[in-house]
């Protein structure tokens, strides 16, 4: 049974940083592709950031690229998501997410706020 449990989040000052954390069981997520979805209140869920199975390279919506930066362990069947230069606008849960095949697997959620 695949479980995402998501770490780190919180309260920060606008321009500070925060770093979110996804660890995974329950299969080997190295076959899977990862990222990291948000949802801000009243707004549908986005995707933000996902990273090639091999962990060399991230991709990013427009609004966060050059600010956000995700990262993965295969060994340890982890994924991460650093936050710099974070904006009010950033406010929302935030999501880890596993692809594969036709399947989607979703965290619970991390609140991340971001005060201004």
């Known amino acids: 049974q695949v479980q995402l449990a998501e770490s780190g989040g919180g309260l920060v000052e606008a321009g500070g940083s925060l770093r979110v954390s996804c660890a995974a069981s329950?299969?080997?997520?190295?076959?899977?592709?990862v990222g990291w979805f948000r949802q801000a209140p009243g707004k549908p869920r986005e995707f933000v950031a996902g990273?090639?199975?091999?962990?060399?390279?991230?991709y990013y919506i427009d609004s966060v690229k050059g600010r956000f930066i995700i990262s993965r362990d295969n060994a340890d069947n982890t994924w991460s998501l650093q936050m710099n230069s974070l904006k009010p606008e950033d406010t929302a849960i935030y999501f880890c997410?596993?692809?594969?095949?036709?399947?989607?697997?979703w965290g619970q959620g991390t609140q991340v706020t971001v005060s201004s």
């Open positions: 329950g299969g080997t997520f190295g076959n899977y592709a």
């Open positions: 990273i090639v199975r091999n962990g060399t390279r991230g």
């Open positions: 997410a596993a692809e594969k095949g036709y399947r989607r697997y």
